[in-house]
């Protein structure tokens, strides 16, 4: 199996005639020593299985029981001869059998979907309106800017009466030529909008209408997004500006950005009881008024916790007893996102499994004293001194 290379080897024996008693059961054999080494190998395959080690394993399989860890008449690995051997080396570990037995359940855990809140600032300042200019869209942004810096900086303005804005005709030969040298993943469709003077027409009329707002709204740093909708709805009616749905979502992220000094973003106001653990948090509103709230989750700080399987307790209790012991003391204000379920049952956390193999029967082999380690350095500088001094005769 997995022939000329390096890959370990794991057997599986799936069975749906088990015996009563052997049901919910698994067997590991951990089988690694069982081999010799060839008379010649073939490529990376320089070990086989005797039958004797067939049978060993067959055997234990058969019997469906727990083997204690027992030494095998193997010999000892071959140590390489090459470069300078220790004087204190380890010991060879000797080479062992075992066998251990798990319910099923063991391996298995339901795989958490751990949600923090988003905290966002937000300013009408210069710098951030003037990414209105350009598409939101990443299949022309990078390239809109380049046209801008190269054609458009020095002859357009922003004046109502600029005749010039957007009209790229006069230099789609040389577009197209920077496009497919540096922007060659761009399509055809992507590279007309580009060259659509409705497109820059329509970048300038949002760009204008923010910079209108900002002379309502004024552009000090905001660290709390919550009361921004009520401001430039504000703003807009004021001024008489009407904001299409696409234009204010590319406004609202132009001048909003996450901040962990800020305050969280608050998603949607409850009727029902504040429950912290699954997201529900008890708080005021700006008149001082108790009220529950569902915050926005914050996609950068997501997070998963594998909680192992307990069969003898409910799935929300483990689920629970798991996140205050292991989450909440770490981070208070995170919660469980109840929405991840398992198709098969329905219950909170999606349910995976896996088998440590490795785990299960590592043997510790405890590192030399120190004391012969320092001394085996202290040998070893010597020698290089000594080498040294004689380069420089």
């Not at 919910?24 to 054999?29: F, K, P, R």
């Not at 795989?111 to 710098?127: A, G, K, M, N, V």
Request: charged fraction near 30%.
């Amino acid at each position: 199996m997995f022939y000329n290379t390096g890959i370990a080897t794991y057997v599986w024996v799936l069975s749906n005639k088990k015996r009563e008693e052997q049901k919910g059961q698994v067997l590991l054999i951990n089988g690694v020593n069982l081999y010799g080494k060839m008379r010649k190998s073939l490529g990376s395959k320089r070990n086989e299985m005797s039958e004797k080690d067939v049978a060993t394993i067959v055997r234990c399989f058969g019997n469906y029981e727990a083997v204690e860890r027992q030494a095998l008449d193997k010999p000892a690995e071959q140590k390489s001869n090459r470069g300078r051997q220790s004087a204190n080396a380890k010991e060879a570990v000797a080479k062992t059998f075992a066998a251990k037995l798990f319910a099923s359940h063991e391996f298995g855990y339901r795989r958490l979907t751990i949600e923090r809140p988003l905290r966002q600032s937000w300013q009408f300042s210069d710098e951030l309106l003037s990414e209105l200019r350009f598409s939101s869209s990443r299949a022309i942004n990078t390239a809109m800017k380049w046209v801008y810096a190269e054609y458009g900086e020095t002859y357009w303005s922003d004046e109502e009466d600029c005749e010039q804005y957007g009209q790229l005709i006069d230099y789609e030969t040389e577009i197209r030529v920077h496009i497919k040298a540096n922007l060659s993943a761009m399509k055809e469709k992507d590279i007309k909008d580009l060259l659509n003077e409705k497109t820059w027409l329509n970048q300038k009329a949002l760009l204008l209408k923010a910079r209108a707002l900002q002379g309502e709204i004024g552009n000090e740093q905001h660290d709390d997004v919550n009361p921004l909708d009520c401001v430039l709805k504000t703003a807009c009616k004021t001024l008489d500006i009407k904001l299409e749905t696409a234009e204010k979502k590319q406004l609202l992220s132009a001048i909003c950005w996450t901040n962990p000094e800020a305050e969280k973003v608050v998603k949607k106001v409850h009727k029902a009881e504040a429950d912290p653990v699954y997201g529900l948090f008890e708080t005021t509103d700006a008149k001082g008024k108790a009220q529950v709230v569902e915050y926005t989750p914050d996609s950068d700080l997501r997070d998963n916790e594998n909680v192992p399987l307990d069969p003898s307790r409910s799935v929300n209790e483990v689920n629970e007893a798991y996140f205050a012991k292991e989450v909440q003391p770490h981070v208070p204000d995170a919660w469980i996102d109840a929405s991840k379920r398992d198709d098969k049952d329905g219950d909170i956390g999606i349910v995976g499994y896996e088998i440590p193999f490795n785990r299960h029967f590592y043997e510790y082999v405890p590192p030399r004293d120190l004391s012969v380690i320092d001394a085996e350095l202290a040998e070893v500088s010597r020698e290089i001194m000594g080498l040294l001094g004689e380069v420089g005769v």
